[in-house]
């Protein structure tokens, strides 16, 4: 998502006008799907952390492959090559 041309205060971040969009609409999606917040889940930081390979380039059947055998659940969208990054 991007905000052309925002109106930005002198303290305002470039990230905030999407945020300001992005977090009301995402509320309201997961409200609608019955999805609720697990905050009382205590996980171990370092079981969560993974090193990525540079996928940009790589035909994106490879990537999401490489990606599941890290573990991570992949949802791809579209097909050829990643173009960019997403993190």
Do not use: W
């Not at 905000?3 to 303290?11: F, Q, S």
């Not at 945020?19 to 697990?38: F, G, H």
């Not at 999401?64 to 791809?76: P, S």
Request: proline content about 6%; overall charge negative; hydrophobic content about 40%.
């Amino acid at each position: 998502m991007a905000v052309d041309r925002p109106h930005l205060k002198p303290t305002d971040l470039g990230d905030e006008p999407v945020e300001n969009i992005v977090n009301p609409v995402m509320s309201s999606s997961l409200q609608y799907m019955n999805v609720s917040a697990d905050k009382s889940a205590e996980t171990d930081s370092a079981e969560q952390s993974v090193t990525l390979d540079q996928f940009v380039g790589v035909p994106i059947d490879e990537a999401a492959a490489a990606l599941k055998e890290k573990g991570l659940d992949v949802t791809q969208i579209g097909d050829g090559r990643v173009k960019t990054t997403a993190l």
